[in-house]
């Protein structure tokens, strides 16, 4: 019997769009014109975003990778060799040996690119379900408290606990309760989500029946943004998956417990990212935040009790229950446990995906895994956490990944999103781009967010345009505490933390020296 060769090419979306599609019909026209019998399997990326289209192939020493990869070089790989592994100018070697690779700790992102995401058999071979199947051992109490000692907090950007919520579900009193998950990520150089969604689908859906199990739940809606199809595509093929094997509807794996789960696409507001406003969409309601209390947690999603999470605080807890929580909160630093899944991006040499423990330096990530800028000038700042986070120079690139270093540095970590900027970038305009895209952005429902960000896009024209500069920066920051102060959510609460760190890290570029105005000006 003729040997079956496993040809591996991404069917991610960002590989898709740097011409993946036009590779796999290359290699397969050219496995069959040379009558060699391969396996094309389109897997998720493994988020090495440079090396992209990455083409792997499975050889007795193991998956050997080529890349970036163009369909005009699938002639000259096959003339070369590659289908046994063999050298070729666009040879990286093995790809679990890739120094980007070799110096992660995927958890979360364990699977990433090793199969088809919608192969259950594959899924299952490579760890899947041994979570749900432990959480059917367990009682709903002690599935909780597992989550609880693991420490696992929000990756959202709140940094929430992720146990305690769990908990306050539980223990509320309804006829029915909710599990939601919030895939709309719109925070500008954030896309774990979306390759977990189109990589990985199968963990997302075993995490939420863990979590409808695990607080009562019977329902659950995924919440994705109407940007990501191949995503929502995916995650509606991997439900159906789900239940033609049983793990959804009815008596969930043969159990007492049931869970149903749907997709439902936003229309692509940011405010929809915030978990009220996301409920309202969900409603069938314009995207506007809900005061609070009361908590999601107790009236959520048609007032019912609700666990709203993001995708990978879900995505983290079948490999919580499946090895231990003393596995997960092993790793990391102070009240920051496990791992972030980083992502790069921007003026970068090597952008993609970094799941690492909390508790590493902004420098090891854009310098040793990002390579530095990729226009070879030196790295100016990074904005970590999204459109509203902190400019942080590189002066300060030491900072520790976590939660409270962060928070006491005046940054956020956020959903793990880091965009570098080399040494030509204006921060001002820099500061300016977030009023405005908070004026842009706002649900309209408070005023401080409403009209504060209009002001203040007109405040920061008049700095940067040279008008009477040390009053309207007073002005500005006298704004931005206004906004801070009486913003209804982070919305408006944080959209001045990327000014404010404009102004105390580059007060130059809004014409200030040491707090007085530039000569230039």
Known sequence: MTEVIQVYVPKDSAARSVGADDIAVAIAQQAARRQINIELVRNGSRGMFWLEPLVEVLTPAGRVAYGPVSAADVEGLFDSGFLEGKDHRLSLGLTEAIPYLASQNRVTFARMGLSDPLSVDAYIANGGLSGLKAALSMSQNDIVLAVTKSGIRGRGGAGFPTGIKWKTVLEANSDQKFVCCNADEG??????????????????????????????????????????????STLKAAIAIGYQNNWLGQSVLGSDHSFDLYVRSGAGAYICGEETAMLESLEGRRGVIRAKPPLPAIEGLFQKPTVVNNVLSLAAVPSILAKGPEFYSEMGIAKSRGTQVFQLSGNLARPGIVEVPFGVT???????????????????????????GSYIPSSKFDLKMDY???????????????????DTANMGRQARFAMEFCSVESCGKCTPCRIG??????????????????????LLKDLCQTMIDGSLCAMGGLTPMPVLSVLEHFPEELGLVNGQLAASR
């Open 187 to 232: 925070d500008s150089g954030t896309y774990a989500d979306r390759m977990l969604m189109e990589g990985d689908p199968l963990l997302l859906i075993e995490a939420m029946i863990i979590s409808g199990i695990a607080v009562g739940a019977t329902e659950g809606y995924i919440y994705v943004r109407s940007e990501y199809p191949d995503a929502i």
């Open 362 to 388: 902004l420098d090891t990530l854009i310098n040793e895994f990002g390579g530095g800028s990729r226009s070879s000038r030196p790295v100016k700042a990074a904005q970590v956490g999204g459109p509203l």
């Open 404 to 422: 409270e270093t962060f928070a006491a540095a005046n940054a956020m970590v956020g959903h793990g999103g880091i965009v570098v900027f080399d």
């Open 453 to 474: 960000s209009v002001r203040g896009v007109e405040v920061i024209d008049r700095i940067l345009s040279g008008q009477d500069v040390y009053a309207n920066v007073e």
